[in-house]
């Protein structure tokens, strides 16, 4: 990295004096030359490195607060304050506006903001600060920066009021022997998405940085669009910031994209909700507040790093997983970990690791390494410590909660093939939980959650069988799903449960329908012939499901070859039912 910075005698930042040389560092080789170095400290106050920018209709927050609150209240018992949240939920804005008004107040003597992303920008910035405040070595960065930091705790023998901002800490590892001493007469502030212990202690404390309220958000999208003449309604507002679930960056720039577009906010949440647009999409071309990357790519970094936190390549299968279901109230972690999921996982692994081709599920390798329930725990533990995921522990193994937007941005990158796999995928595994409440004990309120999925079909089915007629592919593909929902849960429902017989007659009249208008080798027919086996078996008659099986082995072996799995499945069902026919005759 290059970083290069320019003054001169007049300049100033924030009314803090600049010293008057020119001078370049190159962190990454960790050698500075210079034109001109200081030859005395600079006056006080004094200000090393650009505080950003404040935002835009900047919104004054509950969280600045505490964090001003923390300090006043505690004076030097509080040496540090670490803001920890997701990417996007506004801490850079807070931690600037808490040195700026710092500096305003008459607060600070010295002033100190690192962007701190990796390890040498950190020692560049020192080496910068040790430069101009104690005349240090320009020749050796690592030296200059050191001295900066032996510096801080004597202030050259007398009091100095300092402030250092570590902002966008990426890794605590890159704070190893650079954390700015303990004293009495200084503050650390610290913004980052991590949640490490390593961040905490020695006398600093977490602060927990949230969404909008629904009141900030409903106030800054106001702010923000009525500054630039956007006719926008209060309601329109308000589901505007449900929609982009109140996270501050991407009501940024999603006022931005309406202000530049002209589009009325009802066409653009339109269009938020089509999921066959990207989110990447509905990015504005100019970014607002001096932002430098867009929302779909907020993430991306994260991802990367928790992908490297042991167990090595599982937290982004873990998060795609995660991801694939609107859960409200959170994916419970014995899902997560269920065997379908842990079947499933080290082929995902290998294919993203392997760069593989999309491959189906009777295609898993066994050659790749098991994935263990411990390791998968530790996968979602991992995407928590990034601020990915909110992973609530509790002794039945926790709940997982992901944003809508990270949900969105998520299901984008994988595509729609592989979200629907998911979805399956995560309704096998919490069909096999339900076989043990003791394992869950909030087993009531997903049956609830999961009426409601099915409830929703329901409506929905019925409003294209009006709308669309009840031949069209799409509410044929409803009842589909409405079944494959009743399938999984009714029975586990017992305000609402469906006997075999039901879903046998379910699936009759649903195979019917695909006959004649899909036609019988479509994948969707052939799906429905399946299951209307399965459940004639289910409710009693083994025979009658025993000659569905023959009779669909007979019709695929006209298209498939020998040893194909779909054959040798529905070989395995046959001889099933069969057995079970002729102990009813015995």
């Known amino acids: 990295m290059h970083v290069s910075e320019t003054g001169n005698a007049t300049a100033s930042h924030g009314g803090l004096a600049n010293t008057g040389y020119i001078h370049e560092v190159h962190v990454d080789r960790l050698t500075l030359v210079h034109q001109r170095a200081p030859t005395e400290p600079a006056p006080w106050p004094h200000q090393v490195g650009l505080i950003p920018t404040q935002a835009l209709s900047f919104q004054h927050r509950e969280v600045g607060d505490q964090l001003r609150s923390v300090v006043a209240a505690n004076g030097t018992t509080i040496l540090g304050q670490v803001l920890t949240g997701m ?114 202690g020695e006398g600093r404390l977490r602060i927990d940085v949230g969404l909008f309220s629904q009141t900030e958000a409903h106030s800054y999208l106001t702010a923000r669009l009525s500054a630039h003449g956007h006719p926008a309604a209060t309601s329109e507002v308000s589901a505007l910031a449900r929609d982009l679930g109140y996270l501050p960056l991407a009501l ?3 006022a931005a994209y309406l202000i530049d577009s002209g589009l009325s906010i009802h066409l653009y949440r339109s269009r938020l909700t089509n999921h066959s647009m990207t989110l990447e999409s509905l990015t504005p071309d100019r970014l607002p507040d001096e932002q430098q990357i867009p929302l779909a790519a907020v993430w991306a970094v994260s991802v990367e790093r928790a992908d490297t936190l042991p167990p090595t390549g599982l937290a982004r299968p873990m998060l795609e997983l995660a991801s694939v279901l609107n859960w409200s109230g959170g994916v419970p972690q014995i899902v997560l970990t269920s065997p379908p999921v842990l079947a499933y996982l080290p082929w995902r692994r290998a294919s993203l690791t392997k760069r593989r081709r999309w491959r189906r ?15 998968a725990a530790r996968a979602l533990r991992a995407l928590h410590r990034l601020s990915l995921v909110d992973h609530d522990m509790d002794e039945d193994g926790g709940v997982v909660r992901v944003h809508q937007l990270v949900r969105r941005v998520t299901n984008d990158a994988v595509g729609p093939e592989l979200v629907k796999r998911g979805q399956r995928l995560l309704v096998d595994g919490l069909a096999t939980t339900f076989d043990d409440y003791q394992r869950w004990k909030t087993a009531k309120e997903l049956r609830t959650k999961f009426r409601g999925c099915m409830d929703l079909t329901e409506k929905l089915l019925a409003h294209a069988t009006q709308v669309l007629g009840p031949e069209h592919p799409d509410t044929i593909s409803l009842q589909s799903d409405l079944a494959y929902w009743r399938r999984h849960f009714s029975d586990a429902d017992v305000d609402r449960p469906q006997s075999a017989a039901e879903k046998a007659s379910t699936h009759a009249g649903l195979l019917t329908l695909r006959r004649r208008l899909l036609g019988v080798d479509h994948p969707d027919t052939l799906a429905a012939w399946g299951s209307l086996a399965h459940w004639r078996g289910e409710a009693g008659d083994p025979a009658g499901a025993a000659a569905e099986n023959r009779e669909l082995l007979n019709h695929l072996k006209r298209t498939l070859t020998d040893g194909h799995p779909h054959l040798l499945l529905i070989q395995h069902n046959l001889e099933h039912w069969e057995r079970m026919a002729g102990q009813d005759h015995q």
């Open 252 to 254: 940024a720039q999603a």
């Open 87 to 200: 990417g996007g939920v506004g801490k850079t804005q807070l931690a600037a506006d808490f040195a700026r008004g710092s500096l305003t107040a008459g607060d600070l003597d010295v002033l100190v903001w690192v962007t701190a992303s990796s390890r040498s920008s950190i020692i560049g910035a020192y080496a910068q600060a040790g430069i101009e405040l104690c005349c240090a070595n320009p020749n050796d960065v690592e030296v200059a920066a050191r001295t900066f930091l032996a510096w801080l705790t004597t202030s050259g023998h007398r009091t100095c009021r300092w402030l250092i901002v570590l902002d966008d800490v990426a890794d605590p590892d890159d704070l190893h022997t650079l954390w700015p001493p303990s004293s009495p007469s200084g503050r650390t502030l610290v913004t980052t998405r991590r949640r490490d212990a390593a961040l905490t």
């Open 361 to 375: 599920r009777a295609d898993y390798s066994m050659d790749d390494p098991p994935v263990t329930a411990e390791e």
